[in-house]
């Protein structure tokens, strides 16, 4: 099968990427390596990605309509795993036109590109901050997400809109994910673990955001991907029977669905803290912070539909999967 993945230098699309060679398919990767971060760690993702023949990558930016229309039109993919954005909630305070050309026009043109091309199934990225004022836990695609605090989480809030759109006009069956707080090995540099790690090594204080009181549904890389993969076989059909009034906003008379794809138990940040001093051996230096515009206090993901629909379970234990991350950290850093 020939796969399209989108933000394939990045976090969790580097990993998607390797899953899907090892599992045999042929897959096209395209990312603009942006400076939003390193670019370094992003190539050193593509120099692992050399390995796998049937991996081919080509540095594209999403925003760019002819480029990516012809992409499309020249390769013909089965399926699109759009992974590519920009991310960050307290970035897009301060930058939020990258957000506008990213997430939405990105968006568009992926959309686009599946609806001319009969591309049989997109799977693509939301976010667990599109839960936004919600204060019932734990989060139910069932729930309403009217009310985000963020520009990143209406961006990808609307990515959802948009998608449903695609999927009632043109029959083009999608699928969200909405993440809740990835971590692992090759993770972004601008997430609390990579900012905790570097500084805790360098002897520096890390800064702890609402004194500390505050709860994530922590996910690990290898569990994310596994559901990315089996979700992108379970392809969304029209339900006749679904009416707007009664039905769940996760799904419609469209081939369209919403999923959380998380953890489902939620760990305090001191907590998590713990696990990366017990990793490093290093007691940290806490500098305690007011809550951040656009943080939430608690994320938690009801993973219960996922289950049901691919057996997804997560595997991986924090202090397990900290430890993963700070072997990977220690080594790629030297």
Same mark, same amino acid.
């Given at each position: 099968?020939?796969?399209?993945?989108?933000?394939?230098?990045?976090?969790?699309?580097?990993?998607?990427?390797?899953?899907?060679?090892? %599992?045999?398919?042929?897959?096209?990767?395209?990312?603009?390596?942006?400076?939003?971060?390193?670019?370094?760690?992003?190539?050193?993702?593509?120099?692992?990605?050399?390995?796998?023949?049937?991996?081919?990558?080509?540095?594209?930016?999403?925003?760019?309509?002819?480029? #990516?229309?012809?992409?499309?039109?020249?390769?013909?993919?089965?399926?699109?795993?759009?992974?590519?954005?920009?991310?960050?909630?307290? =970035?897009?305070?301060?930058? &939020?036109?990258? =957000?506008?050309?990213?997430?939405?026009?990105?968006?568009?043109?992926?959309?686009?590109?599946?609806?001319?091309?009969?591309?049989?199934?997109?799977?693509?990225?939301?976010?667990?901050?599109?839960?936004?004022?919600?204060?019932?836990?734990?989060?139910?695609?069932?729930?309403?997400?009217?009310?985000?605090?963020?520009?990143?989480?209406?961006?990808?809030?609307?990515?959802?809109?948009?998608?449903?759109?695609?999927?009632?006009? +043109?029959?083009?069956?999608?699928?969200?994910?909405?993440?809740?707080?990835? =971590?692992? &090995?090759?993770?972004?540099?601008?997430?609390?673990? =990579?900012?905790?790690?570097?500084?805790? #090594?360098?002897?520096?204080?890390?800064?702890?955001?609402?004194?500390?009181?505050?709860?994530?549904?922590?996910?690990?890389?290898?569990?994310?991907?596994?559901?990315?993969?089996? #979700?992108?076989?379970?392809?969304?059909?029209?339900?006749?029977?679904?009416?707007?009034?009664?039905?769940?906003?996760?799904?419609?008379?469209?081939?369209?669905?919403?999923?959380?794809?998380?953890?489902?138990?939620?760990?305090?940040?001191?907590?998590?803290?713990?696990?990366?001093?017990?990793?490093?051996?290093?007691?940290?230096?806490?500098?305690?912070? &007011?809550? %951040?515009?656009?943080?939430?206090?608690?994320? +938690?993901?009801? #993973?219960?539909?996922?289950?049901?629909?691919?057996?997804?379970?997560?595997?991986?234990?924090?202090?397990?999967?900290?430890?993963?991350?700070?072997?990977?950290?220690?080594?790629?850093? %030297?």
């Amino acid at each position: 099968m020939k796969f399209l993945v989108t933000g394939a230098a990045g976090f969790i699309g580097f990993h998607v990427v390797q899953r899907l060679c090892k %599992q045999g398919h042929e897959v096209i990767g395209i990312d603009n390596l942006n400076d939003y971060y390193d670019v370094n760690l992003k190539l050193a993702r593509l120099n692992e990605l050399k390995a796998y023949k049937s991996f081919k990558f080509i540095k594209l930016d999403l925003a760019n309509r002819e480029d #990516i229309a012809q992409l499309f039109a020249i390769e013909k993919f089965n399926r699109v795993i759009h992974l590519a954005a920009q991310a960050g909630v307290r =970035y897009s305070i301060d930058n &939020p036109m990258a =957000y506008a050309d990213s997430n939405l026009i990105g968006h568009l043109t992926i959309l686009e590109g599946c609806r001319h091309n009969n591309v049989e199934h997109l799977i693509y990225a939301s976010s667990s901050s599109v839960y936004g004022l919600n204060n019932k836990t734990p989060f139910a695609t069932s729930d309403s997400v009217d009310h985000p605090i963020s520009l990143y989480a209406a961006t990808k809030k609307s990515n959802e809109l948009m998608s449903h759109t695609y999927s009632h006009l +043109y029959n083009i069956p999608t699928t969200g994910l909405r993440f809740f707080t990835v =971590y692992g &090995p090759w993770g972004r540099p601008d997430m609390a673990l =990579y900012k905790f790690t570097k500084a805790i #090594i360098n002897g520096d204080p890390i800064d702890v955001y609402n004194q500390g009181d505050m709860r994530r549904d922590f996910t690990y890389i290898d569990d994310i991907v596994e559901g990315i993969i089996k #979700i992108q076989d379970i392809i969304p059909e029209k339900n006749k029977d679904w009416q707007v009034e009664s039905g769940s906003t996760a799904e419609s008379s469209a081939p369209y669905k919403i999923f959380n794809i998380g953890n489902g138990n939620p760990v305090k940040l001191l907590d998590f803290i713990d696990s990366l001093e017990s990793s490093l051996g290093i007691k940290a230096t806490k500098n305690f912070m &007011p809550m %951040q515009a656009g943080d939430v206090y608690q994320t +938690y993901a009801d #993973i219960e539909e996922l289950f049901i629909a691919t057996d997804y379970k997560p595997l991986v234990a924090v202090s397990d999967g900290v430890k993963e991350f700070v072997n990977w950290y220690k080594g790629f850093y %030297q």
